[in-house]
């Protein structure tokens, strides 16, 4: 069973920068894309960006070029690190990583920010930005 574990959450004050981890084992799919997504108080859940095997990225419009999206692989589990560089206050919310099931190699490998393309979910951890 897959796993994902987020953390480096915190409050931070606007303008500064923040890492995040995300943990994900069991994993040991060679084609898949992962996802990070955030869901403010009173908002729906959003997606931020998303990073495939062979490394393409989608960002998110109200992320683009604030945030960077990488990721470091190992034999059956890989860390996800978010960089949000210039936080800004409606930045605050609950940041969830989730990863998407196995891609035959007959299926492109497409960034997505659709929550119904992401399969496994982390508990998520909080960022909070003060003005």
Known sequence: ???????????????????LSCLVSQFRYNRHCLGWFRQAPGKE???????????????AHSVNGRFTISKVSAYDSLHLYPQ?????????????CASGPPRPV?????????????????PGTQVTVSS
């Open 1 to 19: 069973q897959v796993q994902l574990v987020e953390s480096g959450g915190g409050s931070v004050q606007a303008g500064n920068s923040l890492r």
């Open 106 to 122: 007959w299926v492109d490998l497409i960034p997505t920010l659709s929550q119904s393309d992401y399969v496994h979910w982390g």
């Open 45 to 59: 859940r959003e997606g931020v960006a998303s990073i495939c095997s062979d490394g393409r990225t989608l960002y």
């Open 84 to 96: 949000m560089t210039s936080l800004k206050p409606e930045d605050t919310a609950v940041y969830y």
